[in-house]
Nanobody
């Protein structure tokens, strides 16, 4: 049973930095992707950044040049370094991990997707 445990977000002033971390507790198999999504108030959840097991990242346009995603496969962790934060970055941030459908994976991991509980990031102007 895999659970994603996120670090606590926080309150930061515009222009500041914050680092989010997430650990896949109970995971023994590398996930295909790990990433971060955000959900602003009264909006749907949207991608911030994801990174595959090979270390290749994909960023939302709003995150490019400001955020850096990284992962440690051996520790089953993913981190998001957020710099030059803006008030519009204020949201609940969710960690996500996905495994593929390969028959080589243990049955319990095939097509598995897990979400963290969410952590609030507030950027004041």
């Amino acid at each position: 049973h895999v659970q994603l445990v996120e670090s606590v977000g926080g309150l930061v002033q515009a222009g500041g930095s914050l680092r989010l971390s997430c650990a896949a507790a109970g995971s023994t198999v590398y996930s295909n992707t790990m990433g971060w999504y955000l959900q602003p108030p009264v909006h749907q959840r949207e991608l911030v950044a994801v990174i595959n097991s090979g270390g290749s990242p994909t960023y939302a346009d709003s995150a490019k040049g400001r955020f850096t995603i990284s992962r440690d496969n051996d520790k089953h962790t993913v981190s998001l370094q957020m710099n030059t934060l803006k008030p519009e970055d204020t949201a609940v941030y969710f960690c996500n991990a996905r495994w593929g459908g390969s028959s080589l994976l243990p049955r319990g991991y095939r097509n598995l997707e897990v979400w963290g509980q969410g952590t609030l990031v507030t950027v004041s102007s």
